[in-house]
């Protein structure tokens, strides 16, 4: 089982994660989607694509791009497609 919390708040719990580079990978129907803000940041790997971002937001709290994801991944990243990893403080646990 895999979980990621903030600010004392579950962000996402789910016994289906993906492990890329060390970053668990969560479905997307396993975060609470009414934490989630979305950014108009990007940024691009040279073998997943280009990402997206989300701000997570918690009783009144703003972590800025503290989720991010590939929408559209390249073929060789295929298997993260629908998922959100984390970072910025976001304690994930496995």
């Known amino acids: 089982m895999a979980r990621a919390e ?6 996402a719990d ?3 994660t993906v492990v890329v ?3 668990h990978y ?11 803000k979305a950014s108009a940041t990007t940024s691009v ?5 280009l990402a997206n971002y989300y701000t997570l ?10 989720i ?7 073929p ?8 959100l990893a984390f970072w910025k403080g976001v304690k994930v646990t496995a």
């Open 14 to 16: 789910t016994a289906d």
């Open 45 to 49: 790997c040279g073998w997943k694509g």
């Open 6 to 11: 903030w600010n004392g708040q579950v962000i």
């Open 26 to 36: 969560f479905p997307a129907d396993a975060v609470n989607p009414a934490l989630l």
């Open 68 to 74: 991010w994801y590939y929408a559209d991944p390249k």
């Open 21 to 23: 580079e060390g970053n």
């Open 76 to 83: 060789e990243a295929a298997r993260i497609k629908g998922r």
């Open 57 to 66: 937001l918690v009783d009144g709290a703003e972590n800025r791009d503290a």
